[in-house]
């Protein structure tokens, strides 16, 4: 089984769903599965410094980048285009993750001329909030389209079952098969020591740090966040939020001004994105994890917190309704009263917070690791090329 994943973009910047690409091919790679990934060199602002048009050997898959044209954040490639139209029936089955770009397209046009079975993961962009969000270009594009080709797929991955419920609602009729994702429990067996965090953000030594770990973006609520932390640091003068993560889009200052009109702006460290031995130590010095999202495909960071122990608090915009069920995290709706109140409640019990997140770490590990996810995914492709 030879299998070909086609995303727009790996850069770091674009966060969570570009790693989860590249962890799934890890594991797919480790259980013997033959996979090549090819992308552009887009990095937000920036372009990749990497070769082009060559196959790069990672351990477990391979990789090939392509230059890109860029408008309004479409990524038109021509030679990437032109490599799926030469290359593409080489494969057996075509997995494509985001939508709303152009990389996918000739993708699923070559796919469908030489009658290639392909699978689409959407990463949350067919989620309510997000096909809302600047509807003005997605609307059409999505009816002219992204529908026609999600009509044509073998199924469509979901990362959750809220996700699933949502998108049935748009009335495709390809299947949804929910397959989450995951982390690498090796990840997690030994986090690093806090220090680390500390020499590099003095600010926050002492202090009852809140992490939120993602991109700075409109969807992921920082706006409630505000509202919540200026009464939570009136409460908890040594409260102090952690900000971590990139922003591609500029939003820093919106979100800044936020902070400024609650009147808590010094009590919050943006620390841009985190990488390696650093954003496992922003986790060990954590003493809540917080995701106020409006949307979310199925965040990893939520499951990185989780998987480090930390009380967490999430919206049911985070779309993970099994952590709470579980009571592995504090689920709330999108509301700032209730984060809130939800936050008050980890710092005022932090004895029980502590529990919850000792009981969310033993989850994840139980059900949400990538050789599990990359097993049941090897399953559907089977299943798909042998109808």
Known sequence: MKILFVIPALGSVYGGPSQCVLDLAQALGRQGVDLDIVTTTANGPDRLNVPTQTWIQEKFYRIQY?????????????????????????????????????????????????????????????????????????????????????????????????????????????????????????????????????????????????????????????DLLAIAFEKIHDQFPEAHLVLAGPDNIDFSPTVKGYFSEANCLEAVTFTGMLTGSLKYAVLAAADIYVAPSYSEGFSVSVLEGMASGLPCVITTGCNFPEAGMEKAALEIDIDAQQLTDALLWCLINPEEAQQMGDHARKFIFNNYTWEGIAKKMEKIYYGILQC
């Open 66 to 222: 392509f230059s890109y044209w860029n408008f309004i954040d479409y990524k038109f490639s021509w030679s990437l285009s032109r490599w799926l139209f030469q290359n593409i029936s080489n494969y057996d089955l075509v997995h494509t993750h985001t939508i709303f770009c152009y990389p996918t397209l000739p993708a699923y046009w070559v796919c469908q001329l030489h009658q290639i079975p392909y699978i689409m993961t959407p990463h949350g962009m067919l989620e309510p909030w997000a096909l809302a969000y600047k509807s003005w270009k997605k609307t059409p594009y999505f009816k002219s389209i992204e529908k026609p080709a999600l009509q044509r797929a073998s199924a469509i991955q979901m990362l959750a079952s809220t996700e699933a419920s949502n998108v049935k609602q748009l009335g495709l009729k390809s299947p949804l098969v929910i397959i989450p994702n995951g982390i690498y429990p090796e990840d997690f067996q030994d986090l690093p020591s806090s220090e680390i965090f500390y020499q590099q953000f003095p600010e926050t030594r002492h202090k009852k740090l809140i992490l939120f770990l993602g991109r700075i973006d409109p969807k992921k609520g920082l």
